[in-house]
């Protein structure tokens, strides 16, 4: 360490290199000079030495300094001098410390910029130490905030604005601080001083702003936020001169009406109307927001004088497209609307002249939309009219919204057309992409006008709606989609719109949900849709009406991917059902009044009918394997020398003990799995795969079956029938696994069927739905029941189900099957002969028997199914033959007209 005369040796050299003298040569050099008193400070600061004059002297200097070169040695030497300052103090405590009264000076006005940056620094720095005498301070530091501004160059502007506004923060505070100050009771004997006697850190009174200054700091932090030059967002001082001017003006602070706002009219009507690149819309914004501040503090009185004043450059900026200067404006007038709405009947000027003011506002929108009609307006001119308006609208301003209506049905269709022809043609060049500029557009359209809509008649409203629903039909974005179907539950939920008729608006938000399950099925804006359908059939006084014209919709929630929105559908789904029994869930799937599958024909919707089912089952029951099912088998050794059979026979009984202790274990581990542990998962997969809940379906189904009696049979029975003769099963024909697939097998291999199909109906199915082997199989079952039961329909007659089973030979290429079953079925034993005959390639003898055949029918009695057999294969013998001119005759006779045109083309006749 130093010792005491080193010290005093280095403050001394110092001192005299920051002497000034002619005979000096130290102080040749200004550097050397401000690096001595950066070096006297942190001397004096390190080793305590109290040097009252010394440390006021330094403090005079370097304040005023004017070097730039030296600036920053100046500034670290005032920073480390000033935490001293405080010992400088006077016997009169009356009167103010002399350093106090240095830095006042040094705040007057013949202060150099450079200088104010210098007190600004300190201040911002030591606001501690300075916080005793802020009573003193804040005149002269406010007048220095106005002055820094004036004096000084724009990018002098630049460097020191923050640091102005810091101490513009720290002034406030202070005054915030003393407002919330209480007087306390004046002692006897008691005087008012220019400063408090013991400096502390206690609010005065004293530390309030007069009117004067805070009108000052008021334009200081005014001209600083509209003054910006920064383009660079980081660089960008206006949010916090905003900041600031909120507390300024907050009510506990501001108590004058005596603000104008007239300074920013001037500056409104210099905003470009049209989006200009290279242009700075912050200033314009800026000055927006603080017209909102201060017409907010503002009374009703003065406040309707003031926006006469500006009228001119709020309508100039209100036509502004430019996006951040709409926005502003859109907060702006809200709030004159909301404090000053319009009032037609008010007889004051100041109403009045607003009120003017808002009919050309209004006007200035008509002129937009009629402005839109021409063919080469641009969809940026819309903006401004929209802003607007969508203003008036959320002020429920029904005066002067309604009379844009036609002018905005108009825009919805023109922009409606060119949205979905933008669609088409992407759609045909296979660019999924969306014009962002229209959509947005299109949905503040649509949002704007829905309540104008719900307020016009019949004939102004219809164009609306049918804008909606071709929207929703046609569109590919969506956002536009998820915004037509908010408006759709809006009118769906108030039940009280008499905009279109129920029908039509359940109709609007199912055109949106299959459109977007089309399009965007993994789109998790699909979400907001779900939400609002779940309220919508969630609520307790659910209008079933609608409720039952949205089950397309409901089906598309509860087959969703997401699986939380799954479940939430399928508790809506199966609360019916909750407390069913098997027979009654079984009947809520397949009953047409429970649940029409139509809406999810295009699916595999048996996975729901199976998801019901094992929904029922008794979570909470243990497992219960089939007997045997986990028994170990024998443990039989394998052949053995006499002298290896004892070491082995020791091996093999620690082997057998280690592999019961594991299958002990195993099956202690079974006691505690439910049916939960297995029905949830299986129920989550079936909804992933639809392979694995048709292959459930067949094999529980059989199950379900015996598990439910012969009259619960029937009556479930019954309604499957019906389900099967649904005509929308053909929209799944070609799909695999199908609904008519899983219903059929799973029939099939029921113990106890019931009765089965009509044969032509499962003829039909099994033709459509490529199900010949289990057709066949069910076809062949009726008939051995029929049989068995004494039913057999005689030989010869015509047999729905032998002819169903015939044909499905046929179709399958099962000829000789097909020979087959008709030489068991004839009656005639010509008949017999006949098909013999026609297997072995026989035409010729095959045609003479059929001959035969027909005319033995008169003696025999007519047989209708094998008059019908005779006269189709005796026709197939002569086309074989090639007598054609035997068939033209013969189709003339009866007047069969396919026969006659193949035989006349083949006789080109």
């Given amino acids: 360490m130093l010792s005491n005369d080193h010290r005093q040796q280095l403050l001394d050299f110092a001192t005299r290199v920051s002497r000034v003298s002619p005979t000096n040569p130290w102080t040749l050099d200004p550097t050397l000079k401000f690096a001595s008193f950066v070096t006297m400070c942190e001397t004096l600061a390190n080793f305590g030495a109290n040097k009252t004059d010394l440390l006021l002297g330094m403090q005079s200097a370097l304040q005023d300094s004017v070097y730039a070169e030296n600036w920053y040695l100046s500034q670290q030497a005032l920073l480390v001098l000033y935490p001293q300052l405080p010992q400088c103090t006077t016997k009169d405590a009356t009167k103010l410390p002399p350093w106090i009264t240095n830095l006042i000076s040094g705040l007057e006005g013949d202060s150099q910029p450079s200088n104010l940056q210098h007190m600004f620094t300190v201040i911002v720095t030591h606001v501690d130490i300075l916080h005793p005498y802020r009573a003193a301070l804040l005149p002269w530091i406010v007048n220095a905030l106005s002055r820094c501004l004036i004096n000084t160059s724009s990018s002098a502007q630049q460097d020191t604005r923050k640091l102005s506004l810091e101490v513009a923060g720290i002034v406030i505070k202070w005054d915030v601080e003393a407002s919330v100050y209480k007087q306390p009771p004046k002692r006897q004997g008691s005087s008012s001083n220019l400063v408090s006697e013991s400096p502390s850190r206690t609010p005065s009174p004293d530390a309030r702003l007069t009117g004067k200054n805070r009108e000052t700091l008021l334009n200081f932090l005014i001209i600083s936020a509209c003054s910006a030059q920064e383009a660079q967002p980081e660089k960008d001082s206006s949010p916090t001169c905003l900041e600031l001017l909120e507390k300024v003006l907050a009510p506990n602070l501001w108590n004058s009406n005596s603000l104008s706002v007239a300074r920013f009219d001037k500056l409104l009507q210099q905003v470009p109307t049209e989006v200009v690149s290279g242009h700075t819309y912050q200033n314009f914004c800026n000055a927006l927001r603080i017209l909102k501040l201060i017409l907010g503090v503002l009374p009703v009185t003065t406040g309707l004088n003031q926006i006469v004043r500006i009228r001119s450059g709020l309508m100039r900026v209100s036509m502004c497209q430019h996006t951040d200067v709409m926005a502003a404006f859109k907060d702006l007038l809200h709030l004159l609307l909301s404090k000053f709405p319009f009032a037609s009947n008010e007889r004051s000027n100041s109403q009045s002249e607003v009120d003017v003011f808002y009919r050309h506002i209004v006007q200035s929108v008509e002129q937009i939309f009629t402005g839109f009609e021409r063919p080469n307006a641009s969809l940026y001119s819309l903006k401004p009219g929209l802003n607007i308006l969508e203003v008036i609208e959320q002020n429920n301003n029904a005066q002067l919204m309604d009379q844009h209506l036609p002018g905005i049905m108009k825009t919805l269709q023109r922009l409606q057309k060119e949205h979905l022809l933008l669609s088409n043609n992407q759609e045909a060049n296979y660019q999924p992409s969306e014009n962002p500029t229209i959509v947005n557009i299109l949905i503040k359209i649509l949002n704007v006008s829905y309540r104008i809509a719900l307020r016009a008649d019949n004939q102004h409203r219809k164009p609306y709606v049918e804008s909606l629903t071709k929207l929703a039909e046609k569109t590919n974005s969506s956002k536009l989609l998820c915004t037509i179907g908010v408006i759709a539950s809006q009118a769906l939920l108030e039940r009280k719109t008499a905009m279109y008729p129920p029908k039509e608006r359940a109709i609007v938000f199912n055109k949106v949900m299959l459109n977007f399950d089309r399009r965007f099925s993994k789109d998790q804006s699909i979400t907001k849709l779900y939400d609002i359908l779940l309220k919508i059939y969630q609520a307790k006084d659910a209008n079933s009406d609608v409720t039952a014209k949205l089950e397309v919709s409901f089906m598309l929630g509860l087959r969703s991917s997401i699986t939380k929105y799954r479940e939430q559908f399928f508790q809506i789904y199966n609360s019916p059902v909750s407390t069913s029994s098997l027979h009654g869930r079984l009947d809520y799937c397949f009953n047409d009044r429970y649940t029409k599958w139509d809406t999810s024909k295009e699916t595999f919707w048996v996975k729901h009918c199976l998801d019901t089912v094992l929904a029922g089952a008794i979570m909470k029951a243990p497992i219960c394997p089939a007997f045997g099912v986990f028994r170990l088998p024998p443990l039989i050794p394998p052949p053995m020398t006499r002298p290896t059979a004892t070491q082995e026979s020791r091996r093999l009984a620690r082997k057998a003990y280690e592999v019961f202790d594991e299958h002990e274990n195993f099956l202690a581990m079974l006691r505690n799995i439910t049916g939960e542990s297995i029905i949830v998962p299986l129920r989550a997969l079936c909804h992933v795969s639809c392979d694995l809940a048709y292959s459930l379906w067949v094999n529980t189904f059989p199950l379900f079956w015996q598990c439910i009696d012969e009259e619960e049979r029937m009556s479930v029975g019954a309604c499957l029938l019906q389900l099967l003769g649904q005509d929308y099963h053909t929209e799944q024909a070609h799909v695999r696994p199908n609904n008519v697939h899983a219903l059929l097998t799973g029939f099939n291999r029921c113990v106890h069927p019931m009765p089965g199909p009509a044969p032509p109906l499962l003829y039909h199915l099994a033709k459509t739905h490529n199900l010949w082997h289990t057709g066949i199989a069910i076809l062949r079952a009726q008939g051995l029941k029929l049989e068995s039961h004494g039913d057999k329909v005689v030989d010869g007659k015509i047999d729905p189900i032998q002819d169903a089973m015939g044909d499905l030979y046929l179709h ?98």
């Fill in 812 to 909: 399958l290429g099962e000829v000789d099957t097909w020979f087959g079953l008709w030489r068991l079925r004839a009656k005639l034993t010509g008949s017999a002969k006949a098909l013999a005959y026609e297997q072995q390639g026989f035409w010729e003898q095959a045609q003479i028997q059929y001959e035969d055949a027909m005319k033995q029918a008169v003696m025999h009695g007519v047989r209708d199914a094998e008059f019908r057999l005779w006269e189709d294969h005796w026709i197939k013998c002569a086309e074989r033959l090639g007598q054609f001119d035997i068939l033209l005759k013969f189709g003339d006779d009866t007047k069969n007209q396919d026969v006659m045109v193949k035989a006349a083309w083949k006789l080109k006749n």
